[in-house]
């Protein structure tokens, strides 16, 4: 049985290949306990070779296109109702502290810079906000099923946690059909169209690097 940590920072999850960037990529982190290093955009596993995909704090860091991409190639490593375990920074709480007349500026900073990323490396920016149901809707487009949602708070911030069942493989041409649909719906209007062209040619790209062997 294997299972994947992505961008594992210094969390070490037993029984799980603990996977992040080298120590050169850090700023802040003096020790790496990463089992493996990589880049996490550029893996490829072998089709319904792993029993879950499991990431904190990370997913929020893909550009929209990108991560679409990620969940698509996912799927495509996991096996059959295997899991897929995503905790980010829950963008309505946290907008909500953020915006609140009730805490204090430090407080209001502190929710801002979980919204947006702590800024201090390359990759320390986030690109997306997520909030329960859109979570649950980019699972949806590739083939995942909701078992549970957790939320919670850390010292003034709010996360949010979804574990989902892969319940549907699906080949790549309905992946990129699907991702289709679901960028669409960030479009203004039909004048974008160009826009969603990019945005499809970028999930392209990316499947092309971690789609299953």
Known sequence: MKKLHLGCGQRYLEGYINIDFPLSEHSVQIASIAD????????????????????????????????????????SWLIEGGILHIEVPDFERTAKAALSIFKNKHKKKVAIRHLFGSHEASWAVHAEGYTEWMLEDILNCFGFTKIQVLKHEWRGTYNLEIIAEKTQGMYKEESIENAKQYLKGFLIDESEQVMLDIWLEMFKIQTQRTWAT
């Open 36 to 75: 493996e290093h990589h880049d996490i955009s550029q893996l490829n596993y072998a089709s319904n070779s792993i029993n879950e995909v499991r990431l904190h704090h990370v997913f929020e860091h893909f550009e929209r296109p990108i991560a679409c991409a990620l969940v698509s190639s996912w799927n």
